[in-house]
């Protein structure tokens, strides 16, 4: 009993020392139809959790991935030296991982785009919009779900533009006849967990801005993912190419139950754009 006692105050104080209890709890999207925009192949996985919470409540989702990742490492799954090849190949990879992640989670809808990776910066911004708006009048999602514009969770060039585009296409559209977008939330993170991150992993390290006032966005609400996080590991691993990045932004996420894990990491946290 005692032990059991022990192990609990542990379990409570790591918890604290990374989630924000003041973030209210609102996982009802209820007769919504949820779009999701990234630029990479694996980051879905931030709000894995949400979308497969999303699909048990039969909300209809739809995943647009903007670029097939082929710039990105590949964990040694591809040797070739030629960089147009090894491209190709990784690129390949990628889709596929994407592709089978999202089928776990639920994703009603999936496209992968054939914009360059790590090249956003030198696409016409109208152009990269225009695709965007297209998928948005196919899809009719009421709610939009991506990347901070500030930051880009990490610092990524592709999450800041991506996120940018889409913020700019829903304040310029909203109340439009025919645009059906009402809502966009931005994955962000709390303050605690941001401390966390910066102390652990060598992306935030690296890239998080060093002035708070140009970080992440404080959360409007928060997703409790403890019930699916065994969805959200299993994509996680499904994303073999991406291995370092998670081992990284999500340690020991293999190695501990997801029982105990998402208990920790319970929650996914999204700021609002008014």
């Known amino acids: 009993?005692?032990?059991?006692?022990?192990?609990?105050?542990?379990?409570?104080?790591?918890?604290?020392q990374l989630q924000d209890g003041a973030i209210p709890i609102a996982n009802d999207f209820h007769g919504e139809n949820v779009m999701?925009?990234?630029?990479?192949?694996?980051?879905?996985?931030?709000?894995?959790?949400?979308l497969r919470i999303l699909d048990d409540q039969k909300v209809t989702t739809t995943l647009i991935t903007l670029t097939k990742g082929e710039a990105g490492d590949s964990?040694?799954?591809?040797?070739?030296?030629?960089?147009?090849?090894?491209?190709?190949?990784?690129?390949?990879?990628?889709?596929?991982?994407?592709?089978?992640?999202?089928?776990?989670?639920?994703?009603?809808?999936?496209?992968?785009?054939?914009?360059?990776?790590?090249?956003?910066?030198?696409?016409?911004?109208?152009a990269i919009k225009a695709t965007?708006?297209?998928?948005?009048?196919?899809?009719?999602?009421?709610i939009l779900i991506t990347y901070d514009d500030n930051v880009g969770l990490y610092g990524?060039?592709?999450?800041?533009?991506?996120?940018?585009?889409?913020?700019e296409i829903f304040l310029e559209d909203r109340g439009k006849n025919g645009f059906p977008v009402r809502k966009l939330y931005q994955v962000t993170l709390p303050k605690p967990?941001?401390?966390?991150?910066?102390?652990?992993?060598?992306?935030?390290?690296?890239?998080?801005?060093k002035d708070p006032a140009k970080g992440l966005p404080s959360p409007a609400m928060a997703v409790r993912i403890t019930d699916v996080g065994k969805y959200?590991?299993?994509?996680?691993?499904?994303?073999e190419s991406q291995r370092q990045t998670f081992d990284d932004m999500q340690p020991w996420f293999d190695k501990v139950p997801p029982?105990?894990?998402?208990?920790?990491?319970?929650?996914?946290?999204?700021?609002?754009?008014n």
Do not use: W
């Open 132 to 142: 965007i708006r297209e998928r948005i009048a196919k899809y009719s999602p009421t």
């Open 36 to 50: 999701f925009i990234f630029p990479h192949p694996d980051d879905e996985i931030t709000c894995a959790g949400t």
């Open 232 to 239: 959200k590991r299993d994509a996680m691993l499904l994303h």
């Open 75 to 126: 964990n040694g799954m591809v040797r070739e030296t030629d960089p147009a090849k090894r491209k190709s190949l990784l690129g390949s990879i990628r889709n596929k991982e994407l592709l089978a992640a999202g089928k776990l989670l639920g994703v009603d809808h999936q496209e992968v785009l054939d914009f360059p990776d790590s090249g956003l910066k030198d696409i016409p911004a109208e």
């Open 259 to 273: 029982a105990i894990y998402y208990r920790i990491f319970d929650r996914e946290y999204f700021a609002a754009v």
């Open 193 to 209: 967990m941001i401390r966390v991150a910066l102390r652990i992993s060598k992306f935030f390290q690296d890239n998080y801005p």
């Open 1 to 16: 009993m005692i032990v059991a006692i022990l192990v609990g105050i542990v379990f409570y104080v790591i918890r604290g």
């Open 156 to 167: 990524h060039i592709d999450h800041r533009l991506s996120a940018r585009y889409v913020k």
